[in-house]
């Protein structure tokens, strides 16, 4: 079990509380002197996707649905360099440094690194659902980010020279942070808005209709050969930080930005 500290800000960012959290955990031995934290990530029903009123928001945010997810584990972090490398034996990144996270990932290699580890670990690695990703971020919360209604430089990783709505501006960074730089969610998560996109498992569709309610990857149909990303990046400005957005990318392309976190249900390993 750990402890930490959840932020809460007003329309203004500007912080309104701070409450002591505590989650469980545990340590995976990556070899090589790697490890990897696992949090436990109880099991609920959520609503996916963003309101019709929620400024910035896209209509591939809708149709806003209930989804239930069934207990799992997911990264306390992206995965950093340190830890692919202890992996993959290489480091693809442009920003380098071991508890930096590992970016310049396609999605076939985020694939791979947990096929990889599950070998190796005897436990079913794999890219977390978009259900799960974003029940995730949101930790229980309704609100844009996790945090509240407005994003701030102070709470996470983008370009905070871009003004949307009531999302503040501030300065740009313009590189990845080493993980764990910014305060966590809820569920004692860090990282889940900014820093570097998320690959997700599911193929990219244009809407939720149809979309699976139990927290499973949406693998049929959609466009082939494009998967989903998560949580915005170091470059993308506040708005496409939020817990709902989410785009679709060419599964062979890589970037700056470009990186993920695993998943793991809950086994008796």
Same mark, same amino acid.
């Given at each position: 079990m750990f402890t930490f500290d959840v932020i809460?800000?007003?329309?203004? /960012?500007?912080q309104i509380s701070k409450v002591t959290k505590?989650?469980? !955990?545990?340590?995976?031995?990556?070899?090589? /002197?790697?490890?990897?934290?696992?949090?436990?990530?109880?099991? /609920?029903?959520?609503?996916?996707?963003?309101?019709?009123?929620?400024?910035?928001? &896209?209509?591939?945010?809708?149709?806003?649905?209930?989804?239930? @997810?069934?207990?799992?584990?997911?990264?306390?972090?992206?995965?950093?360099?340190?830890?692919?490398?202890?992996?993959?034996?290489?480091?693809?990144?442009?920003?380098?440094?071991?508890?930096?996270?590992?970016? =310049?990932? =396609? &999605?076939?290699?985020?694939?791979?690194?947990?096929?990889?580890?599950?070998?190796?670990?005897?436990?079913?690695?794999?890219?977390?659902?978009?259900?799960?990703?974003?029940?995730?971020?949101?930790?229980?919360?309704? $609100?844009?980010?996790?945090?509240?209604?407005? +994003?701030? $430089?102070?709470?996470?990783?983008?370009?905070?020279?871009?003004m949307d709505g009531n999302k503040l501006t501030?300065?740009?960074?313009?590189?990845?942070?080493?993980?764990?730089?910014?305060?966590?969610?809820?569920?004692?998560? !860090?990282?889940?808005?900014?820093?570097?996109?998320? &690959?997700?498992?599911?193929? &990219?569709?244009?809407?939720?209709?149809?979309?699976? $309610?139990?927290?499973?990857?949406?693998? $049929?149909?959609?466009?082939?050969? @494009?998967? @989903?990303? =998560?949580?915005?990046?170091?470059?993308?400005?506040?708005?496409?930080?939020?817990?709902?957005?989410?785009?679709?990318?060419?599964?062979? @392309?890589? /970037?700056?930005?470009?990186?993920?976190?695993?998943?793991? =249900?809950?086994? +008796?390993?």
């Amino acid at each position: 079990m750990f402890t930490f500290d959840v932020i809460t800000v007003n329309h203004q /960012g500007q912080q309104i509380s701070k409450v002591t959290k505590q989650a469980q !955990y545990f340590r995976e031995n990556l070899g090589n /002197g790697g490890f990897l934290d696992m949090v436990a990530i109880p099991g /609920g029903k959520f609503w996916m996707g963003s309101p019709d009123t929620e400024p910035e928001r &896209w209509d591939n945010e809708g149709p806003q649905h209930p989804a239930i @997810v069934p207990s799992f584990h997911i990264g306390k972090y992206p995965i950093t360099q340190a830890q692919y490398e202890a992996v993959m034996g290489k480091n693809p990144s442009y920003f380098k440094g071991a508890d930096l996270p590992v970016e =310049r990932v =396609r &999605w076939g290699n985020a694939v791979k690194f947990c096929e990889i580890l599950a070998a190796k670990t005897g436990k079913a690695y794999r890219l977390p659902s978009e259900a799960e990703w974003e029940y995730a971020c949101r930790a229980g919360t309704t $609100t844009p980010f996790h945090f509240g209604d407005s +994003n701030t $430089t102070d709470l996470a990783n983008y370009d905070g020279r871009y003004m949307d709505g009531n999302k503040l501006t501030g300065p740009y960074g313009q590189k990845t942070t080493p993980v764990g730089s910014f305060p966590p969610n809820a569920f004692g998560l !860090y990282d889940m808005h900014g820093q570097v996109w998320e &690959w997700c498992q599911d193929r &990219w569709h244009g809407n939720y209709h149809h979309a699976p $309610t139990d927290g499973s990857a949406w693998e $049929t149909g959609g466009v082939p050969g @494009v998967r @989903v990303r =998560r949580g915005g990046a170091w470059f993308f400005d506040a708005a496409g930080c939020r817990c709902a957005y989410r785009l679709g990318i060419f599964l062979g @392309v890589r /970037g700056y930005g470009f990186g993920f976190r695993v998943a793991l =249900r809950y086994t +008796n390993n």
